[in-house]
């Protein structure tokens, strides 16, 4: 670089997505330099943007009069409106819930009706689509964000633990009933769970973290209930969830993080908040990345082992800043069927995550290893 060349530093922005906040900014000034604000209407406000500072202000799915925006972009404001017949929210500014995914309008349910969307361009997006996915994604991002309170070091203030397995596992497996077993223990010892929410090992997950706190025999009430249907493609598949669901109404929060690149696996009902995204390698990424508290890795296949191996890369490199606990339960599995565990051990020789690498068959085991090996910060 010149030495007469400024160096150029990236502006502190703020996110503004809430009227409340809008509305607080206003006691202490009116400019919004440096400001993205998000999902807003502003048609009852009667603001007077005379008196606003504009500077790298960026307007996403804002509600506003046309004399209003024409104001705002000769003040160099820059806005942007989604199209109409654009089947979701790239500006919007929460994670899914589970009901607003299977709602239903014309016979098909929202899920279905964006999955349909994408499939018609997943392999070729224009740049326009290509542009409204990746925001939505963006806000994916942010709302995990809020969720798992980040740090600046980004560490979370929740301690949360993924578990990744095959999304074909019957809900008769016996590994199926284990991560329920394993996934419940966890969150009633102060663990947030998350999984891929799919079927398989990932509902599994979900439903154990949803029924921390109930008694033991809650699980095999809820075995006993989804064994009607245990492949997710198998009539009442989903029906036999809500069963579930009425008879533990009050089950607790947990953390799903799946794809529409994958939208033909139904994304099961038992997380509390769904962070669903278009692209499939930023949310595997983005679920390695935020379970800095460890990940239990069921026995999978080809899309489990990939898993083990983008974790153990960023722990390799610390590129999140943290070491994080890698537990392998099944020993069969992992130990003689597949040796990915020796494996991964050789790998690790030398470097700080290898005093986090556990395998077990117990329950008990994975809660005691993670209570002894938290995060590891890179120095």
């Not at 973290?209 to 989804?226: E, F, S, T």
């Not at 999978?300 to 943290?322: K, L, P, R, V």
Request: proline share 5%.
């Amino acid at each position: 670089m010149s030495a007469d060349r400024p160096k150029f530093i990236a502006p502190q922005e703020q996110i503004i997505n809430q009227i409340s906040t809008f509305k607080e900014l206003l006691k202490n000034g009116h400019s919004l330099a440096n400001c993205t604000v998000q999902a807003l209407d502003f048609r009852p406000l009667n603001l007077d943007w005379e008196n606003f500072k504009i500077d790298n202000t960026l307007f996403l799915g804002c509600q506003m009069s046309m004399e209003e925006e024409m104001q705002l972009r000769q003040k160099g404001a820059n806005i942007y409106h989604a199209p109409e017949d654009l089947p979701y929210d790239p500006f919007r500014t929460q994670l899914y819930t589970w009901k607003e995914l299977c709602k239903t309008t014309n016979g098909q349910s929202h899920d279905l009706e964006v999955y349909n969307h994408f499939s018609t361009c997943r392999y070729n997006p224009t740049i326009n689509e290509a542009l409204w996915q990746r925001i939505h994604d963006h806000a994916m991002d942010n709302s995990l964000r809020q969720l798992l309170e980040f740090d600046k070091q980004g560490m979370t203030n929740r301690r949360c633990v993924a578990f990744m397995g095959g999304h074909g596992v019957l809900r008769t497996d016996p590994y199926y009933r284990k991560t329920v077993a394993t996934a419940k223990l966890l969150g009633e010892h102060g663990y947030f769970i998350a999984s891929g929410g799919g079927p398989g090992i990932m509902e599994a997950a979900n439903l154990g973290a949803y029924l921390a706190g109930q008694p033991a025999n809650a699980i095999d009430k809820a075995l006993d209930l989804l064994k009607e249907a245990p492949l997710y493609s198998d009539e009442g598949y989903h029906e036999t969830a809500v069963a579930v669901l009425e008879a533990y109404p009050n089950g607790q929060e947990n953390l799903a993080i799946p794809t529409w690149f994958y939208g033909h696996e139904p994304s099961n009902l038992f997380a509390s908040h769904i962070a669903k995204y278009f692209s499939n390698s930023i949310r595997e990424d983005t679920l390695l990345a935020v379970a800095l508290y460890g990940i239990v890795y069921a026995p999978g296949s080809a899309g489990t082992t990939q898993e083990i191996f983008m974790d153990a890369a960023q722990n390799h490199y610390a590129t999140f800043n943290y070491y994080s606990p890698m537990v392998f339960l099944g020993r069969e599995r992992y130990e003689i069927n597949t040796m990915i565990y020796p494996l991964l051990r050789q790998l690790a020789y030398g470097k700080t995550y290898y005093d986090l690498l556990h395998l077990t068959d117990e329950p008990t085991d994975v809660l005691a290893f993670l209570q002894q090996h938290g995060p590891v910060e890179k120095d």
